[in-house]
């Protein structure tokens, strides 16, 4: 039997045990928890025989996009899972034949075999492995939470940003899971410290993405099509974009971005590319209705991919870096991380045009820079009344119907109230006309999930304006959406610069189990959504400057 219960759409709120409602079979799930299994041995050896992780980057490199591919929606290809765990018990093997240690986890001594003894192999190592709830509950956390920042130090890393730091801890908390003798109260402490982690890496990537590609703009981004042959980018990945870019540059071949791809037009650096037309459609989830009439071929740089409903879409879909699904060809990079998009560009030549769904444009590029150039507007809407409060409603969409209780409450806020997103939580609001407040929009987009950061950046700035000790008496409203475990290392951050009574929805964690949501709730103030009326009224009355 398969168990995985890390994103919000598992079964019943509990846990796939058949198949993934994300739609991994049972197969890919154990492989999954093989691998990460074995990067648990990796961690073993690292940490047990002192090894230096700044002398190990190949290892770190490939560790982090293990933990990558590990990622709701990310990896549904089996064969190139048995092939990563294959790859990861060599090195692993290679690094202990350094090592000095006689004292191995099983995770750093076991061999692999054929597919039929992995799946076996993995059924004793998942999730149910640990028997107490509220330790598995924990311990799943912080590896969620690891996930999270895996994919984010991977963008960074693509842009030469790397941190031995954020590295070592990745290692140091894969050893921990398997360290029997750790208490709820240790992995308790854990868990904030997985969350300042989260914090330095979104700084990182914030650092890498700005230095390379300039501080967001306001942007405005256009959602209708041209009529050239096209091709559609997704997941988060900026430098897959910036080579996408440089090789279909008079080719004829317009690009557009879908998704979690969309706040790349807010960057200086893109916008000097006159092919790079728009945005396409919405959130990850509705690419099962928007692929068909986009007709052009479409590649996956992370997540959210979703298994194609026709033969005619799959045969469009192109993968790279931690993404895989089988049948679809995927695009490696080279020694030099230079990656050939030709067929990609090639097949797109031969295809039609976009069909139009939406015309017209949105609004984004409201990172830190660019809210701190509008701080004494927004200071004085704050000091003045005109703005009451901000809602932080950052996080991911999903297909869900709970959902639309986000549509709603966005539309049923009081006018003098500013959304602040991140993430594709974003498409449930971003098409609103909810107008603007002195020539602020209500919904200002800072960018991907990881810019969550800049949220973060803009409510320690609004702190030190307001001269308050303390975070929570701002005017600011956290009601995040999650979906897969980024939004774990976003909510882990999130409570590690002490922010509180954060509510998260559209249902809690079902890798909370009841004690440890007891724990989130007594110390956070974490709580679920309720209805939109009866929340909008509890946000409003904590108004801070009363
Ligand atoms: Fe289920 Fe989510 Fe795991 Fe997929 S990632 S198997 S939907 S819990
Ligand atoms: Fe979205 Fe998959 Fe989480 Fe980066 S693309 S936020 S769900």
């Known amino acids: 039997m398969m168990f995985c219960y890390q994103c919000q759409e598992t079964a019943k709120g509990t846990g796939c045990n058949v198949r993934g409602v994300c739609g991994k079979t049972e197969d890919v799930a154990k492989l999954q928890d093989l691998l990460i299994y074995t990067l648990k041995g990796i961690a073993d050896i690292i940490k047990k025989d002192k090894l230096d992780v700044k002398e190990l980057s190949e290892v770190n490199h490939k560790v982090i996009e293990s933990l990558f591919m590990t990622i709701t929606n990310v990896n549904f290809d089996s064969a190139a899972l048995e092939k990563k765990i294959d790859e990861m018990i060599s090195l692993r093997d290679s690094l202990k034949s350094k090592g000095t240690s006689e004292n191995y986890h099983d ?18 190592v998942g999730v149910l492995s640990t028997q107490d709830e509220d330790i598995r509950s924990l311990k799943e956390m912080n590896i969620y939470g690891l996930k999270g920042i895996a994919a984010y130090l991977h963008h960074a890393i693509n842009l030469n940003k790397d941190s031995d730091e954020i590295t070592d801890y990745i290692y140091d908390t894969l050893a921990a899971t398997l360290d029997d003798s750790l208490t709820v109260d240790d992995w308790v402490a854990r868990t904030l410290k997985t969350g300042q982690y989260g914090v330095s890496v979104m700084a990182l990537l914030d650092q890498a993405n700005t230095e390379r590609y300039g501080n967001p703009q306001i942007s405005e981004v256009n959602i209708g099509v041209r009529k050239n042959p096209a091709i559609l980018i997704s997941g988060h990945d900026l430098n897959d974009l910036e080579q996408l870019l440089e090789q279909t540059k008079d080719s004829g071949v317009d690009v557009y971005t879908h998704s979690e791809m969309l706040p790349a037009h807010y960057y200086p650096f893109f916008k000097k590319y006159p092919h790079f037309v728009g945005n396409y459609g919405n959130a990850w989830w509705k690419q099962l209705d928007e692929f068909p009439s986009f007709h052009g071929p479409i590649l996956f740089t992370t997540n959210c991919i979703v298994p194609p409903r026709s033969e005619e879409v799959k045969s469009r879909i192109f993968t790279t870096g931690a993404v895989g699904y089988p049948g679809c060809t995927h695009i490696t990079a080279d020694e030099n991380g230079k990656k050939d998009f030709s067929q990609v560009i090639e097949l797109a030549k031969t295809l039609d045009p976009p069909d139009e769904i939406e015309s017209g444009t949105i609004v984004g590029g409201f990172a830190h820079e660019q809210i701190f150039a509008l701080a004494d507007k927004i200071v004085n809407a704050v000091k003045s009344g005109a703005i009451k409060k901000f809602f932080v409603m950052a996080g991911c969409d999903g297909r869900m119907k709970s959902r639309e209780y986000y549509t709603e409450f966005a539309s049923n806020l009081p006018d003098d109230t500013v959304i602040l997103t991140a993430g594709c939580a974003k498409y449930r609001y971003n098409k609103l006309d ?93 709580s679920g959504i309720g209805t939109v009326e009866d929340d909008i009224k509890l946000f409003m009355e904590n108004y801070f400057l009363k």
Not at 478 to 493: D, G, R, S, T
Request: hydrophobic share 50%; aromatic share 8%; with cysteine.
């Open 107 to 124: 995770a750093a001594t076991f061999q692999a075999g054929s597919l039929e003894e992995k799946l076996k192999k993995a059924e004793g």
């Open 434 to 526: 909810l107008g603007d407040i002195g020539g602020i929009p209500r919904v200002l987009d800072a960018g991907q999930c990881n810019d969550s950061y800049s949220l973060a950046v803009t409510a320690l700035k609004l702190k030190e304006i307001f001269e308050l000790d303390d975070l929570n008496k701002l005017p600011i409203a956290f009601n995040i959406a999650w979906y897969e475990q980024k939004a774990v290392i976003v909510l882990l951050a999130l409570l590690y610069l002490g922010v509180k009574n954060i509510h998260l929805g559209p249902t809690l964690p079902g890798f909370l189990s009841p004690n440890v949501a007891k724990v989130l709730v007594e110390n956070f103030g974490i």
